[in-house]
């Protein structure tokens, strides 16, 4: 028990730390809260090769009159997209080339290829690195970024967990940045980055402490 609380205070710590420099480029921290979309906004869906009839982990974002940007972060998974997103993927033409017949042609997107911006909607599958044969436990977050009339309006950040051929997707945040006197706020790019990466950290020091809990109980 006493292992166990010691690791919350140093990964409490480490969350603290990664926060501090959220403010260094801005004036102020922005105002953000839970995203509150009426229709489409983020949407995940786990899969499995038994009753799925994607060949990934299914993950889209709907946001009219923005910009989306998704990537992979940890270079662990790549992006496979389907025909119908060729309307919608800005960065179409540049993707490489899954697979092409004479009806359609289907894109993918490896790590060298991301982020993968959309317009109003986006629709990618997440797919390990690892071949399914080798049933890998691969851990990775997605994460999507909008933007309208060139301001950042919102981020989400996707943890997911493949275990043998499945894998699980956890929407972890879905923020917006709300506008504020009827004018958008002022965003900054690092401090964005910034504020992504402090919550997968703080999410990584959370799944840490307890598989520590677990170890300690023997559960």
């Known amino acids: 028990m006493k292992g166990k609380k010691l690791y ?92 092409e017949n004479q009806y359609f042609t289907q894109k993918k997107a490896a790590s060298e290829d991301m982020p993968v911006r959309f317009e109003n909607n986006a629709y990618v599958e997440w797919l390990s690195v690892e071949p399914a044969n080798a049933l890998p436990t691969v851990e990775d977050y ?14 989400a950040v996707i943890y997911i967990y493949q275990e043998g051929v499945g894998s699980t997707p956890t929407v972890i945040a879905d923020k917006e940045f709300p506008m504020t006197d009827g004018e958008y706020q002022d965003i900054d790019e690092e401090w964005l980055n910034n504020r992504i990466q402090s919550v997968i950290d703080e999410h990584k020091a959370m799944l840490s402490a307890e598989i520590e809990g677990a170890t300690e109980t023997g559960n």
């Open 8 to 99: 919350l205070l140093a990964a409490a710590a480490m969350a603290a730390v990664s926060l501090f420099p959220l403010s260094a480029c801005q004036d102020k921290d922005p105002v953000e809260q839970d995203r509150k979309t009426e229709e489409g906004g983020i949407y995940v869906q786990p899969y499995s090769p038994v009753i799925s009839s994607a060949i990934g982990t299914r993950i889209g974002a709907n946001f009219e009159g923005c910009s989306i940007t998704i990537t992979s972060q940890s270079g662990t998974g790549w992006l496979y997209l389907n025909q119908f997103q060729e309307e919608t993927c800005t960065d179409w033409e540049r993707l490489p080339v899954y697979h």
């Open 142 to 155: 997605v994460v999507i970024t909008t933007e309208k009339e060139e301001h950042i309006t919102g981020y």
